[in-house]
T-cell receptor
């Protein structure tokens, strides 16, 4: 069964720093890898979707990479802002969704 | 750990049929449940937020009269796709949260793959 792990579980950084969130998965037979943001009490917001044939996707200050062979994806956030504070989830999609446990990010003003 | 059961896992039916999908939290009370869908090669997108005992909040572009959500108890939410058409064919997944504004994790069902012929 696919297992998805996110490291670190929690991260606190000062405003303006660049940061990297990590996601690893055990089964490389995925259709795509998605990154989401979760705010307290809210549904998930989709950030980036990387198809299995792609290596990376970019949206504004966010860049996500995918290395299927090593079972890893990273989410890079440039010039972090307090509004980026949230929990970030990755999900590997095969026949089902397999969600990571999340990284709780706090950006300190 | 917390478990969310979603049923059925797969539905194939004719155009015009209404389809009901159930989402149950098995070992916790889910004040809030979320419904998502994913079209092929697209991101998983939030459709609506369902709070027990009140009307669901729908995301922009989601027709509330077509996608009926009922959250009548703390352990069950249902999504009914009324008069389904081929363009409604998608992967639907629910998640449940103990709710409130705390940063409680969401627990996901296994999803329902809906195919309308």
């Amino acid at each position: 069964k696919q297992e998805v792990t996110q490291i670190p579980a929690a991260l606190s950084v000062p405003e303006g720093e660049n940061l990297v969130l990590n996601c690893s998965f055990t089964d490389s037979a995925i259709y795509n890898l998605q990154w989401f943001r979760q705010d307290p009490g809210k549904g998930l917001t989709s950030l980036l979707l990387i198809q299995s044939s792609q290596r990376e996707q970019t949206s504004g200050r966010l860049n996500a990479s995918l290395d299927k062979s090593s079972g890893r994806s990273t989410l890079y956030i440039a010039a972090s802002q307090p509004g980026d504070s949230a929990t970030y989830l990755c999900a590997a999609t095969g026949n089902q969704f397999y969600f990571g446990t999340g990284t709780s990010l706090t950006v300190i003003p | 750990g917390a478990v969310v059961s979603q049923h059925p896992s797969r539905v194939i039916c004719k155009s015009g049929t209404s389809v009901k999908i159930e989402c149950r939290s098995l070992d916790f009370q889910a004040t809030t449940m979320f419904w998502y869908r994913q079209f092929p090669k697209q991101s998983l997108m939030l459709m609506a937020t369902s709070n027990e005992g009140s009307k669901a909040t729908y995301e922009q572009g989601v027709e509330k009269d077509k996608f009926l959500i009922n959250h009548a108890s703390l352990t069950l939410s249902t999504l009914t796709v009324t008069s389904a058409h081929p363009e409604d064919s998608s992967f639907y997944i629910c998640s449940a949260s103990p709710g409130g504004n705390s940063n409680q994790p969401q627990h996901f069902g296994d999803g329902t793959r809906l195919s309308i012929l």
